[in-house]
C-alpha cells in the first residue's frame, strides 16, 4: 500500500538548503582494506557487464521474454562467483511477482452523464471518456455525484482543492499539473502533479472515482495499464492502480466544459483562479454512471536480490539498498535497420555498476556494519513496477530498510566531475553524499534538469513513497572546459539514443567516469551502513512518516 504522508511548510526552507553539509559530521574513517577495495574498481568488468546485458541475444530484455530470463540468469550467476546470499525468496535469489496488462473493454462500455432534472447524456468511451481498467476486477458498475476538485491536491499548512468538499463515494474531477504559482520545490511540484497521487489523495478522501482532465490535450487515453501484483493476485502495485477506486480515466477538455455549463459557475474564471493556486472546488450538478469490464493478461517476472551480511550484532539486521531496473523495452520499431532496443545505457550500465558495487564490498575482507542488498528490479519502464513490489512487499522486514541508493542510466558520456543528488535533499542522505563526493574530488549540485521531473520517474520513487530515504545521483554539469555545456550536450545525445535501438555499448561510454560513478555509490552506501545512526527525513519533511514501522 502507497501511504499518503504529512506535509509541513518546513520543507521549502529546508529542501533549499540541499546536500551542502559539512561531510566530517559523519565521522567515517576508510581503513586501509576499504580504499584498496575501492581503488580495484574495475572499468573492465564493468564493460563486460554491459556488453553482455545489452547484447542482441537478449532482445532488449523485455520482462516475460527469454531475453529477461538471460539477464535475470547472469546477474544470479554474477552473485553466486561474487560470493553474496540468497536475499529473494524461497532461499533463492530471485522475487516471483506477475506482471498484469489490463485492458478495458471499451466496445461494450457504458458511461451516461445524469444531471439533477432527469437529463441523459450517452459519452462514448474512447471518445468522450476513456475510462482505465480496473487491475483486480474484470467487471465494474458505479454511479457516482460528480464533483470539481481543482487540482486534485492536500497538502496541509499550505494548500487544498478538498477544503469543505464531501466526496466520500462520488467521482471526483480534477485537472492535471498544479497552479503555477503554488511555491512547491520542484520534487513535491513533480510527485503532487502525478496522476497517482491525485489517485491517491482522492481515495484516501473516500471518493469512488477519479476524473482527470489535461485542458489543451486531444491525445487518446490509454485503454491499457500494466501493474505488478502479488502471486495471490488480490493486490496491485504501481502508481495508477486503483486498489481502492473503481473508476479512474480522463475526460477530454470539452466534456469538462459541457459539466460546467449546468453548475453555475464561469469555466473561465475558475481555470483563471486555479492557476493562481485559488482552490475553486464545487459539485456538479451531474452524476456519472459508469459500466465496463476488463481482460487480464498475466506474465511472472522476477526482480533479483542478492546479500552482503553486515557484521555488526545490532545493525546487521538493518539494510541499505541498492536498486538498478534490469529490464528494457525489447524489439521495436526498426531505425536504421535496428529493430533491437539493447538499453546499454539504460539500465545495463547501471546494473553493471551495482555489479561492481557488490565485487567491491567482497574485496574488502571485512564486512560491513549493516547488511546491503543488491537489486535488480523489473519492469521499471512499465512504470516502477517491480521497485514498487518490492518496496510494498519486501524480502526483509520493511522497517529495516533504512535506505535506497538507486542507479538508472547515468548516462556515463563525459568525465564525472560534478553530481546532482535526486530526492538527497529531502533527509540526511545529503551528508552521505557529500561524504562521498569529498572523497572523490566531486561537486555536489541543485538539478541543473529540474524541468524533467526526474525524481519521481525512476526506482528509488517506491522506496520514497513508502517512507524509506532514497536518492538517485545524475552528472551535474561541471566540465573542465567552460565552454562546453555537458547539459546541452547530454539532451541532444539523449534525444538521439534515449528508447532507441542506437543505445548500445559501442555508443558513447567513458568508462573512466563509469569507474568513478561505482566508487561514489559504493561510498554513499558504505558510509550509511557504517554509521550507527539511522538515516532520517529532514525535520517537517513531506515524505517523512512519523512512527511508520510495517
Same mark, same amino acid.
Given at each position: 500500500?502507497?501511504?499518503?504522508?504529512?506535509?509541513?511548510?518546513?520543507?521549502?526552507?529546508?529542501?533549499?538548503?540541499?546536500?551542502?553539509?559539512?561531510?566530517?559530521?559523519?565521522?567515517?574513517?576508510?581503513?586501509?582494506?576499504? /580504499?584498496?577495495?575501492?581503488?580495484?574498481?574495475?572499468?573492465?568488468?564493468?564493460? /563486460?557487464?554491459?556488453?553482455?546485458?545489452?547484447?542482441?541475444?537478449?532482445?532488449?530484455?523485455?520482462?516475460?521474454?527469454?531475453?529477461?530470463?538471460?539477464?535475470?540468469?547472469?546477474?544470479?550467476?554474477?552473485?553466486?562467483?561474487?560470493?553474496?546470499?540468497?536475499?529473494?525468496?524461497?532461499?533463492?535469489?530471485?522475487?516471483?511477482?506477475?506482471?498484469?496488462?489490463?485492458?478495458?473493454?471499451?466496445?461494450?462500455?457504458?458511461?451516461?452523464?445524469?444531471?439533477?432534472?432527469?437529463?441523459?447524456?450517452?459519452?462514448? +468511451?474512447?471518445?468522450?471518456?476513456?475510462?482505465?481498467?480496473?487491475?483486480?476486477?474484470?467487471?465494474?458498475?458505479?454511479?457516482?455525484?460528480?464533483?470539481?476538485?481543482?487540482?486534485?491536491?492536500?497538502?496541509?499548512?499550505?494548500?487544498?482543492?478538498?477544503?469543505?468538499?464531501?466526496?466520500?463515494?462520488?467521482?471526483?474531477?480534477?485537472?492535471?499539473?498544479?497552479?503555477?504559482?503554488?511555491?512547491?520545490?520542484?520534487?513535491?511540484?513533480?510527485?503532487?502533479?502525478?496522476?497517482?497521487?491525485?489517485?491517491?489523495?482522492?481515495?484516501? /478522501?473516500?471518493?469512488?472515482?477519479?476524473?482527470?482532465?489535461?485542458?489543451?490535450?486531444? +491525445?487518446?487515453?490509454?485503454?491499457?495499464?500494466?501493474?505488478?501484483?502479488?502471486?495471490?493476485?488480490?493486490?496491485?502495485?504501481?502508481?495508477?492502480?486503483?486498489?481502492?477506486?473503481?473508476?479512474?480515466? /480522463?475526460?477530454?477538455?470539452?466534456?469538462?466544459?459541457?459539466?460546467?455549463?449546468?453548475?453555475?459557475?464561469?469555466?473561465?474564471?475558475?481555470?483563471?483562479?486555479?492557476?493562481?493556486?485559488?482552490?475553486?472546488?464545487?459539485?456538479?450538478?451531474? +452524476?456519472?454512471?459508469?459500466?465496463?469490464?476488463?481482460?487480464?493478461?498475466?506474465? *511472472?517476472?522476477?526482480?533479483?536480490?542478492?546479500?552482503?551480511?553486515?557484521?555488526?550484532?545490532?545493525?546487521?539486521?538493518?539494510?541499505?539498498?541498492?536498486?538498478?531496473?534490469?529490464?528494457?523495452?525489447?524489439?521495436?520499431?526498426?531505425?536504421?535497420?535496428?529493430?533491437?532496443?539493447?538499453?546499454?545505457?539504460?539500465?545495463?550500465?547501471?546494473?553493471?555498476?551495482?555489479?561492481?558495487?557488490?565485487?567491491?564490498?567482497?574485496?574488502?575482507?571485512?564486512?560491513?556494519?549493516?547488511?546491503?542488498?543488491?537489486?535488480?528490479?523489473?519492469? *521499471?519502464?512499465?512504470?516502477?513496477?517491480?521497485? $514498487?513490489?518490492?518496496?510494498?512487499?519486501?524480502?526483509?522486514?520493511?522497517?529495516?530498510?533504512?535506505?535506497?541508493?538507486?542507479?538508472?542510466?547515468?548516462?556515463?558520456? $563525459?568525465?564525472?566531475?560534478?553530481?546532482?543528488?535526486?530526492?538527497?535533499?529531502?533527509?540526511?542522505?545529503?551528508?552521505?553524499?557529500?561524504?562521498?563526493?569529498?572523497?572523490?574530488?566531486?561537486?555536489?549540485? *541543485?538539478?541543473?534538469?529540474?524541468?524533467?521531473?526526474?525524481?519521481?520517474?525512476?526506482?528509488?520513487?517506491?522506496?520514497?513513497?513508502?517512507?524509506?530515504?532514497?536518492?538517485?545521483?545524475?552528472?551535474?554539469?561541471?566540465?573542465?572546459?567552460?565552454?562546453?555545456?555537458?547539459?546541452?550536450?547530454?539532451?541532444?545525445?539523449?534525444?538521439?539514443?534515449?528508447?532507441?535501438?542506437?543505445?548500445?555499448?559501442?555508443?558513447?561510454?567513458?568508462?573512466?567516469?563509469?569507474?568513478?560513478?561505482?566508487?561514489?555509490?559504493?561510498?554513499?552506501?558504505?558510509?550509511?551502513?557504517?554509521?550507527?545512526?539511522?538515516?532520517?527525513?529532514? +525535520?517537517?519533511?513531506?515524505?517523512?512518516?512519523?512512527?511508520?514501522?510495517?
Amino acid at each position: 500500500m502507497i501511504y499518503y504522508m504529512k506535509f509541513t511548510p518546513f520543507i521549502f526552507a529546508c529542501s533549499c538548503c540541499l546536500f551542502f553539509i559539512q561531510a566530517s559530521s559523519q565521522n567515517i574513517q576508510l581503513n586501509k582494506k576499504t /580504499r584498496q577495495a575501492l581503488g580495484q574498481v574495475d572499468s573492465n568488468a564493468i564493460k /563486460r557487464d554491459i556488453a553482455y546485458l545489452a547484447d542482441d541475444k537478449l532482445k532488449g530484455r523485455l520482462p516475460g521474454e527469454p531475453g529477461y530470463q538471460l539477464a535475470v540468469d547472469y546477474v544470479v550467476d554474477q552473485f553466486k562467483q561474487t560470493g553474496l546470499l540468497p536475499g529473494g525468496e524461497n532461499g533463492g535469489f530471485t522475487q516471483p511477482l506477475v506482471l498484469r496488462k489490463a485492458t478495458v473493454d471499451n466496445k461494450s462500455a457504458i458511461a451516461v452523464l445524469k444531471d439533477k432534472s432527469g437529463n441523459v447524456d450517452s459519452l462514448v +468511451a474512447g471518445k468522450d471518456i476513456f475510462i482505465l481498467p480496473h487491475t483486480i476486477q474484470p467487471s465494474v458498475k458505479l454511479t457516482g455525484d460528480l464533483v470539481f476538485a481543482g487540482y486534485g491536491l492536500d497538502i496541509p499548512g499550505k494548500y487544498s482543492d478538498y477544503t469543505g468538499l464531501d466526496v466520500k463515494g462520488k467521482i471526483v474531477v480534477v485537472l492535471a499539473g498544479t497552479p503555477l504559482n503554488i511555491g512547491l520545490p520542484t520534487t513535491l511540484n513533480a510527485h503532487f502533479a502525478n496522476f497517482g497521487s491525485k489517485m491517491e489523495i482522492a481515495s484516501s /478522501r473516500g471518493a469512488a472515482g477519479v476524473l482527470f482532465v489535461q485542458l489543451g490535450s486531444t +491525445a487518446p487515453g490509454n485503454p491499457t495499464v500494466t501493474v505488478a501484483m502479488n502471486p495471490e493476485k488480490n493486490k496491485a502495485y504501481s502508481r495508477i492502480s486503483n486498489n481502492n477506486l473503481l473508476v479512474a480515466g /480522463r475526460l477530454p477538455g470539452f466534456i469538462l466544459q459541457r459539466l460546467f455549463m449546468n453548475s453555475g459557475k464561469s469555466f473561465t474564471q475558475t481555470i483563471a483562479a486555479l492557476a493562481q493556486a485559488k482552490a475553486s472546488s464545487f459539485d456538479f450538478a451531474s +452524476a456519472l454512471a459508469v459500466q465496463y469490464s476488463n481482460s487480464f493478461q498475466d506474465i *511472472e517476472s522476477y526482480n533479483v536480490v542478492g546479500k552482503i551480511e553486515g557484521g555488526d550484532a545490532q545493525l546487521k539486521n538493518e539494510y541499505v539498498v541498492h536498486t538498478a531496473h534490469l529490464d528494457h523495452v525489447g524489439v521495436g520499431k526498426a531505425i536504421n535497420g535496428d529493430s533491437i532496443y539493447n538499453g546499454a545505457h539504460d539500465n545495463a550500465s547501471g546494473v553493471a555498476s551495482l555489479l561492481e558495487i557488490a565485487r567491491t564490498y567482497k574485496r574488502m575482507g571485512s564486512k560491513p556494519r549493516r547488511s546491503i542488498l543488491i537489486i535488480m528490479v523489473t519492469a *521499471e519502464e512499465m512504470g516502477l513496477l517491480g521497485s $514498487a513490489y518490492f518496496a510494498g512487499h519486501p524480502t526483509v522486514p520493511r522497517e529495516q530498510i533504512v535506505a535506497d541508493v538507486n542507479t538508472d542510466m547515468p548516462t556515463l558520456i $563525459a568525465p564525472l566531475l560534478s553530481i546532482t543528488p535526486l530526492g538527497a535533499a529531502h533527509s540526511s542522505l545529503g551528508k552521505n553524499v557529500a561524504f562521498a563526493a569529498r572523497e572523490l574530488g566531486l561537486e555536489v549540485q *541543485e538539478d541543473p534538469m529540474p524541468e524533467e521531473n526526474r525524481f519521481i520517474r525512476s526506482d528509488q520513487y517506491s522506496f520514497v513513497l513508502q517512507g524509506i530515504p532514497a536518492l538517485h545521483v545524475k552528472y551535474g554539469n561541471k566540465t573542465s572546459d567552460p565552454a562546453f555545456d555537458l547539459v546541452k550536450f547530454t539532451k541532444e545525445w539523449r534525444d538521439l539514443n534515449y528508447h532507441k535501438p542506437s543505445d548500445e555499448i559501442t555508443n558513447g561510454f567513458d568508462y573512466a567516469a563509469a569507474r568513478k560513478y561505482v566508487q561514489l555509490n559504493f561510498l554513499i552506501s558504505y558510509s550509511v551502513a557504517q554509521t550507527t545512526a539511522r538515516p532520517e527525513w529532514n +525535520a517537517g519533511d513531506f515524505f517523512e512518516v512519523p512512527g511508520k514501522k510495517q
